[in-house]
């Protein structure tokens, strides 16, 4: 199985600041597996990149992803009111071979 | 507009068993695989299982195999997680997620709003 480990723990940013986020992975994941989440308290994750690097329909340009075999990132170029929540990592392939990240937290700082 | 509506969660005893179903509309749905993924504040978000399109293909999680079955009903657009020998650990919200396409590889791109399961001890 394939660990996926996400840093920060808690990214505290002010609105308009640039996100970085980090997610490693414990074996090398071919970049078309990998998809980053977003989920606010109390609702379901939502699809914001997949294949690395190619976003969801609707997702707004200031998301990006990039990042390869072991190591992937999520950046958010500047961060809106609406940005705050709770950042998930995943790769996918055929399963059972579906594992998440732990999460990473974006707040107000 | 794709839209999952899940049902079936509720608090069940230790060693008992609950059925999950997801409603699914807006898709052609036979065209896409299904998962469900369950969420607790401990251990994150955890793939259960997945069924093809077709529903010839079943994949589980270790931690659930040979306790729950996925199944789908292409003719209702439905699909279900028969859940048996229910644990304490398998306390968690339930979401039933959709594949991009027919098959069990891809992300998820949408989710239905989640279904609570209670195993109390």
């Known amino acids: 199985e394939i660990v996926l480990t996400q840093s920060p723990d ?38 914001l990149i997949s294949g690395a690097s190619t976003r969801a329909t609707g997702i707004p340009d200031r998301f990006s992803g990039s990042g390869s075999g072991t190591d992937f990132s999520l950046s958010i170029s500047r961060v809106e009111p609406e940005d705050f929540a709770v950042y998930f990592c995943q790769q996918y392939g055929t399963s059972p071979s579906i594992t998440f990240g732990q999460g990473t937290r974006l707040e107000i700082k | 507009e794709v839209q999952l509506l899940e049902s079936g969660g509720g608090l069940v005893q230790r060693g008992g068993s609950l059925r999950l179903s997801c409603a ?8 896409y695989g299904m998962s469900w993924v369950r969420q ?34 292409n003719s209702k657009n439905t699909v279900s997680l028969q859940m048996n020998s229910l644990r304490a650990e398998d306390t968690a919200v339930y979401f039933c997620a959709k594949f991009e396409a027919a098959s069990t590889l891809g992300p998820f791109d949408t989710w239905g709003q989640g279904t609570l399961v209670t195993v109390s001890s």
């Open chain 2, 24 to 31: 699914a509309s807006g898709i052609n749905f036979k065209d």
């Open chain 1, 10 to 47: 808690t990214l505290s940013l002010s609105p308009g600041e640039r996100a970085t986020l980090s997610c490693r992975a414990s074996q090398r994941v071919a970049s078309t597996y990998l998809a980053w989440y977003q989920q606010k308290s109390g609702q379901a994750p939502r699809l």
């Open chain 2, 40 to 73: 607790t504040p401990g251990k994150g978000l955890e793939w259960v299982a997945g069924i093809s399109g077709s529903g010839g293909s079943t994949y589980y999680a270790d931690s659930v195999k040979g306790r729950f079955t996925i199944s789908r009903d």
